[in-house]
């Protein structure tokens, strides 16, 4: 029972880098989330995705990218990495029926120097 | 979706019980309360949920206040490994509202 993982745990880039953090979960649900955890805001949202090919924005959006061409795996990309943008991401899964929770990966801990 | 208010931190013996208190005084008819936590350096782990009763499992049991407006939850016998920040979320079911929301929680220190 693999779950949910992500790869890479760490990365370390540089400004203006694009860089693509994976998610791939084994459960086929249909929801799947990423957020990024900083100290002083807890976990925020930066996208999420209802089924393949149906994406939305959540609260920081702003500087990524997010596919889900297959069910099973949702990649995040920064497209041009800036400093800000330091942090722990964590992706997420759950099924579609109502009141159901949300599993999470380990994270990728991501430095952009 | 509602606000939640946890203590910050909160110590417990090892072995007793830690009740861990939530208020959430403007939750609405169909939303539930979800409990995560977070050990240091890994992903926040689901413990429980519920709408209206209280409910229990393997791992913890969460009390839900007749008019809902706060929840407890109950580590039976708390151990070392334990020692996590939990979050106490409200949100509704399905569509934008599957987003949960997390607070600052409370961390929990078990003490031998």
């Known amino acids: 029972d693999a779950g949910i993982t992500q790869s890479p745990r760490y990365k370390i880039t540089e400004t203006g880098r694009q860089v693509t953090l994976m998610c791939h979960q084994t459960?086929?649900?249909?929801?799947m989330f990423w957020y990024r955890q900083d100290l002083g805001h807890g976990l925020r949202l930066i996208y999420y995705?209802?089924?393949?090919?149906?994406?939305d924005k959540g609260e920081v959006p702003d500087g990524y990218v997010v596919s889900r061409s297959k069910t099973e795996n949702f990649p995040l990309t920064l497209e041009s990495a800036t400093r800000s943008q330091t942090s722990v991401y964590f992706c997420a899964s759950s099924e579609s029926t109502g009141g159901q929770p949300q599993h999470f990966g380990d994270g990728t801990r991501l430095s952009i120097l | 979706d509602a606000k939640t208010t946890q203590p910050p931190s909160m110590d417990c013996a090892e072995g007793r019980a830690a009740n861990l208190p939530c208020n959430h005084s403007t939750i609405s008819g169909n939303e539930y309360v979800y409990w995560y936590r977070q050990i240091h350096s890994q992903g926040p782990q689901y413990i429980i949920h519920?709408?209206?009763n209280n409910e229990t499992n393997e791992m913890a049991s969460l009390i839900i206040t007749e008019d809902r407006k706060s929840s407890t939850l109950i580590l039976p016998h708390a151990t070392l490994r334990d020692t996590a920040v939990y979050y106490c979320i409200v949100r509704g079911k399905g569509g934008a509202t599957n987003k949960l929301i997390f607070g600052t929680g409370t961390l929990l220190a078990v003490q031998p």
């Open positions: 459960w086929s649900h249909s929801y």
């Open positions: 519920g709408l209206k």
């Open positions: 995705s209802a089924a393949a090919d149906i994406t």
